[in-house]
């Protein structure tokens, strides 16, 4: 199968996990970020049963499939069933760069109460200040990769 089929199942699969389980629903994200709603009654812990639901299925493919072939071949040059490379991650402990970018994706999210996954699949909802988070997200994006270039030159 072309890697784009792929791509595009794969993209879809979790696009329609995304609308099922309310996690392209900002209210619903912003509900449950909101700690301050523990000791008002009006927390909603509903997506730990998304997060956990993930984990209960990715785990397993994870430890009986992935970690096996990525052990086998040196060097983590072991390609998926799709035949392309794994991206996983490289570093053994959290650095700074890391920890600034993790900072900055979850003060994002938590003020608009969407991350890039549902803001794509929320597209469709002609909703104008979707299109500004998108237009601000590709923004960043590429002022991100401005200042990575710039960064490494001057290492």
């Known amino acids: 199968m072309d890697n784009k089929w792929v791509a595009f199942i794969s993209g879809l699969l979790f696009g329609v996990g995304l609308l099922i389980s309310g996690m392209a629903d900002p209210a619903k994200v912003i509900g449950f970020l909101d700690l301050k709603g523990l000791f008002n009654g009006s927390w909603d812990p509903s997506l730990i049963l998304v997060m956990l639901g993930a984990l209960l299925v990715y785990m397993p493919v994870f430890h009986c499939y992935i970690k096996p072939r990525l052990n086998a071949v040196p060097e983590h040059k072991a390609t998926a069933i799709c035949g392309s490379d794994y991206h996983l991650p490289v570093a053994e402990k ?11 994706f979850g003060i994002g999210w938590g003020i608009a109460g969407i991350c890039p996954g549902p803001a794509l699949v929320n597209i469709g909802s002609l909703d104008i200040s979707l ?5 601000s997200m ?13 960064l490494n030159s001057h290492a």
């Open 94 to 104: 959290p650095n700074r760069r890391l920890i600034i970018g993790a900072g900055l």
């Open 131 to 135: 299109a500004l988070f998108i237009i």
């Open 138 to 150: 590709l923004t960043g994006i590429y002022m991100g990769q401005l200042s990575q270039r710039y």
